[in-house]
């Protein structure tokens, strides 16, 4: 009887860590939606930040720590986005899988189209800058595209799956992309070449994939908030371009641009750059959707 | 100290000259510029106002109207596979020193880490933040009378343990160190070169809300005070201090305007045991409480109050109140205007006025949360 006990309480074991999720901790939820699109059932994942947060200034609390203690691959956007609070809370985590170099670690940007590279000699003058490129890279459609291959290309290393479901999972992914990419493409055609001003230099690549042009932001220089004297630019500018909108992420202060929107007849929209960004917003194509549809609005036209 | 700056300047020197031929030259050279530490400095100027009537902690100090205080260099790196580096060199108008330097191993089983070095020992939460980056232009009074200008600090070791609870953060840290002389730390002295200081912190965090969090802390330090001498037998009897300390850290930051706003209140409070020649004790206590509270996304205003006794006398005090505003053009610079209000022990009041200005350069690492 005890045999059968032991044998019987040892299958169960073994089937629960034959079935055991992998534990995937992102930094943004973000990456969470593109690995939650790759990885299906078989992960469980746990974003560090949310999209209504600005990924640059995160606290490192020792709340994150748990999550990364356990965690089987972390996913990082990189380009420097998370380097204000990222590398003590690795040096804490006492989980070696996931350090840089490690096999539970991944930076997303592999092969991705990032923008806006600084050439030669670059300092604090010219605000929060990032040596690496703008890490707001995961805009482009295309770009999530290959985070999503990274992704898959990684859990399989990690979790060789005989039933290969990552491949069919990133397949299927890949093969709505299309499919959303060309209502998009429709979605957004009256936009083209449409001029708009940001409040942080986050949506180059978002500009680039729908042919909009980011003609100025709120933030003079990355990071740094906005004197009378760059408000008073901005007022000009906007009357003498005649540009329709100011677009505010939504962990910005509204009261400045409501301001100049108030002075100039732009419209002012809270923009999400992020999953996660405004209530509904919970997977990758629903960020297109929104935005675009959110845009399209603010010419006036039916979404 | 001479070695001290002669590493500082071959790094700098080694580091400058990669940075150069980086550009220009072959990958190799690229690679190794790569693999250099990260080397970043903080400046402190200070300006003071006021006639000092210093207390024993603050004797030393020169009160000059105009002084730049210290610059902070550090040296940040991985070493190998295992390992991590971390070096932090003060340098004032009249001295060079090694402020912390040390190893950390953080890649070991069973939620541990091994640090080994010269640190500054975890006993409360503010006596590891070097004071140009604390938002105050002095120390906490409690902090000066027990653990001295610099904190409690030494060479020696550290074991830190994370206990294995998924859903609550506890750390459980314990280090032993070279005791200090009473000359850098009034609350120990060594008489022997050999004597060491045990100390212990437990503490744990927890996220109440999404924008509220608690840490609560408890800490432990023991170690040799002064040594009495038997004429009688020639022996000779080491007596101890035991210093007992109890922290609470409260925040808040709502993460939809974290540059916004921000709160937090932060109290420290210490007892100390310590051992007299004769078979007496002298039991004393102390402690600082503050709020600093950001109110625009450059601007932080705040208040502290302390209430000390002394190692070797509880049975008189001091008091003081310090306010501020702050001014932060950026992350990496700020400008703070200051008020301190110090009951002496003997009756005096002492009123000084600070401005304090600080400036980063380089990639400074983030301090502990």
């Given at each position: 009887m005890k045999t059968i006990r032991l044998t019987v309480s040892l299958m169960c074991l073994i089937s629960s860590l034959a079935f055991a999720k992998l534990k995937i901790v992102t930094t943004t939820q973000d990456m969470a939606a593109l690995a939650r699109e790759?990885?299906?059932?078989?992960?469980?994942?746990?974003?560090?930040?949310?999209?209504?947060?600005?990924?640059?200034?995160?606290?490192?609390?020792?709340?994150y720590l748990l999550k990364l203690r356990s965690a089987d691959l972390l996913i990082v956007v990189g380009r420097e986005l998370e380097v204000g609070w990222l590398p003590p809370l690795l040096t804490n985590a006492r989980n070696s899988r996931i350090l840089p170099g490690g096999p539970g670690f991944l930076d997303a940007s592999e092969g991705c189209d990032?923008?806006?590279?600084?050439?030669?000699?670059?300092?604090?003058?010219?605000?929060?800058?990032?040596?690496?490129g703008n890490p707001h890279y995961w805009l482009d459609p295309e770009n999530g595209r290959i985070i999503a291959r990274n992704i898959a290309r990684k859990l399989s290393e990690i979790d060789p799956d005989p039933q290969k479901t990552y491949e069919e999972n990133l397949r299927r992914f890949e093969s709505a992309l299309d499919e959303k990419e060309t209502q998009w493409k429709a979605l957004a055609a009256p936009l083209r070449g449409m001029a708009a001003i940001t409040y942080h230099n986050s949506l180059p690549n978002f500009a680039k994939a729908f042919g909009i042009r980011i003609v100025n932001h709120v933030e003079p220089k990355p990071g740094v908030p906005p004197s009378p004297v760059h408000m008073q630019e901005l007022i000009t500018q906007i009357r003498k371009e005649k540009i329709p909108v100011l677009l505010i992420e939504p962990y910005f202060d509204d009261r400045l641009p409501?301001?100049?929107?108030?002075?100039?007849?732009?419209?002012?929209?809270?923009?999400?750059?992020?999953?996660?960004?405004?209530?509904?917003?919970?997977?990758?194509?629903?960020?297109?959707?929104?935005?675009?549809?959110?845009?399209?609005?603010?010419?006036?036209?039916?979404? | 100290m001479q070695f001290i700056l002669v590493l500082l300047f071959s790094l700098l020197v080694s580091g400058g000259a990669f940075a150069q031929d980086a550009g220009s030259t072959s990958g190799?050279?690229?690679?190794?510029?790569?693999?250099?530490?990260?080397?970043?400095?903080?400046?402190?100027?200070?300006?003071?106002?006021?006639?000092?009537?210093?207390?024993?902690a603050e004797a030393g100090e020169s009160g000059n109207a105009i002084q730049m205080r210290e610059v902070e260099l550090s040296l940040q790196a991985v070493v190998d596979t295992l390992a991590r580096a971390d070096l932090f060199v003060a340098i004032d108008e009249d001295d060079v020193e090694l402020e912390e330097g040390y190893l950390t191993w953080f890649r070991l089983p069973w939620n541990l880490a091994l640090k080994a070095g010269k640190f500054k020992a975890n006993f409360g939460r503010f006596n590891r933040i070097h004071t140009p980056e604390t938002p105050f232009a002095d120390r906490p009074l409690v902090q000066q009378n027990y653990f001295g200008s610099e904190g409690l600090e030494g060479p020696g070791a550290s074991v830190s343990w994370q206990?294995?609870?998924?859903?609550?953060?506890?750390?459980?840290?314990?280090?032993?160190?070279?005791?200090?002389?009473?000359?850098?730390?009034?609350s120990f002295d060594r008489p022997k070169s050999k004597n060491l200081l045990g100390v212990g912190r437990l503490n744990a965090y927890q996220d109440l809300t999404e924008a509220w969090n608690l840490t609560l802390g408890g800490s432990a330090a023991f170690g040799p005070s002064s040594q009495e001498f038997?004429?009688?037998?020639?022996?000779?009897?080491?007596?101890?201090?035991?210093?007992?300390?109890a922290d609470l850290t409260l925040r808040w930051k709502n993460p939809r305007r974290a540059v916004y706003r921000s709160f937090l209140w932060s109290t420290e409070a210490l007892w100390s045991n310590r051992d007299e020649p004769g078979g007496m004790t002298t039991d004393s206590h102390g402690l600082f409480s503050y709020i600093d509270y950001q109110f625009a996304r450059r601007w932080h205003t705040g208040f502290r109050y302390d209430y000390t006794q002394f190692p070797a006398d509880g049975s008189t005090h001091e008091e003081g109140h310090l306010a501020y505003v702050t001014f932060t053009p950026s992350e990496f610079s700020l400008v703070s205007l200051q008020g301190r209000h110090v009951k002496r022990p003997d009756g005096t009041d002492e009123h000084l006025g600070f401005l304090k200005v600080t400036f980063n350069i380089g990639p400074h690492g983030a301090h502990p949360f």
């Open positions: 790759v990885g299906g059932d078989r992960i469980d994942i746990l974003p560090i930040t949310k999209g209504y947060q600005d990924p640059h200034f995160v606290d490192a609390k020792p709340s990032v923008l806006q590279k600084p050439a030669g000699q670059i300092d604090r003058s010219m605000g929060d800058i990032h040596p690496f409501m301001k100049i929107a108030h002075q100039t007849g732009a419209k002012m929209l809270v923009f999400p750059p992020s999953v996660g960004g405004v209530e509904g917003v919970n997977t990758y194509f629903e960020l297109f959707d929104y935005d675009l549809k959110l845009l399209k609005s603010a010419l006036g036209e039916k979404p | 190799a050279l690229q690679s190794s510029n790569l693999l250099n530490p990260n080397i970043s400095a903080i400046g402190w100027l200070q300006v003071e106002a006021g006639r000092r009537h210093p207390g024993p206990a294995p609870i998924p859903w609550f953060f506890m750390n459980l840290d314990l280090e032993t160190l070279q005791a200090p002389e009473a000359a850098e730390n009034p038997d004429a009688v037998t020639g022996s000779s009897h080491t007596h101890h201090s035991q210093l007992y300390g």
